[in-house]
């Protein structure tokens, strides 16, 4: 009888250092939980969280306005530059980014430098975590202790597509795809047509290589210009890109800016070797 009773603990006891033993699978979180999705989100490394809801916008004439902010679209661990365009009685102190949805907190990102009138381009990662699917963001400028009316930010999260999968599309604003690589090397070609309203490609291999583009290197974010006075890079034209790649190589991030304030329209589509 003692023999069956410590045969029948020992394998209790196996059981359940076995089920201890296994990978613990991550929590993985669905967008449409706007709760737990703010806090798989990141901004610039100045930002903080600010419990509660954003503050009441300001009915003063004088209160700076959002006029325009640019959707958003990244990869689960990825990072996507959002600009925001703004007009202002003095220099802004701050954004003020909420999760739609989501009331335990707030995002405060300090504008240091910025102009009373302009674009800031704000990078948002998004935690490996995240499943695909879309949210929604408000957005708030503060001046001097006055808010602008929230301007709402959709935005999505997306699976990298296969290398040489689709054709990509867009408008204005900073656009960034990952396309995944197939351990081949040789070139990626991409072809594109920007159209006559002047537009910036830029392409890094594995998230940090600058490997082409229509302008010259530069590292992360890209750059944004108004389409009246286009800042050097941005063309109004069709060209093709060819990016060298080696079998060790695992995706390439393709960043369009569409130029600001002219509706401009871009695509492009890719060859893989």
């Not at 709760?35 to 610039?44: D, G, M, Q, V």
């Not at 405060?108 to 990078?123: D, E, F, M, Q, R």
Request: net charge negative.
């Amino acid at each position: 009888m003692k023999r069956l009773f410590f045969l029948i603990v020992s394998a209790t006891l196996l059981a359940n250092c076995s089920k201890n033993d296994e990978p613990q699978q991550l929590l993985q979180i669905d967008p449409s939980d706007p709760e737990a999705l703010a806090k798989e989100i990141s901004f610039t490394p100045s930002t903080t969280q600010v419990a509660g809801t954003p503050p009441a916008p300001s009915s003063s004439p004088s209160a700076p306005v959002i006029t325009n902010a640019s959707s958003a679209s990244v990869v689960a661990s990825g990072t996507v530059y959002i600009p925001v365009t703004y007009t202002s009685s003095a220099a802004p102190s701050s954004l003020l980014i909420q999760v739609v949805g989501a009331t335990s907190f707030y995002f405060s990102i300090p504008l240091p430098g910025a102009g009373a009138n302009g674009t800031v381009t704000i990078p948002m990662s998004i935690s490996s975590r995240v499943l695909t699917g879309s949210f929604s963001m408000a957005a708030c400028v503060v001046t001097g202790g006055e808010v602008s009316q929230p301007y709402y930010i959709p935005a999505a999260v997306t699976e990298p597509l296969a290398c040489g999968d689709g054709f990509v599309s867009g408008t204005e604003g900073v656009t960034n795809t990952r396309h995944q690589l197939n351990g081949v090397a040789g070139t990626v070609v991409i072809s594109y047509d920007t159209y006559t309203v002047p537009d910036r490609i830029d392409v890094f291999v594995d998230g940090t290589k600058w490997s082409g583009g229509t302008g010259s290197s530069i590292t992360p974010p890209p750059p944004t210009s108004n389409c009246a006075s286009p800042l050097p890079g941005f063309v109004g034209a069709a060209g093709t890109i060819n990016v060298p790649v080696t079998a060790a190589n695992k995706y390439i991030d393709v960043y369009v800016s569409g130029c600001l304030g002219s509706g401009t329209a871009w695509d492009y589509s890719l060859v893989c070797p």
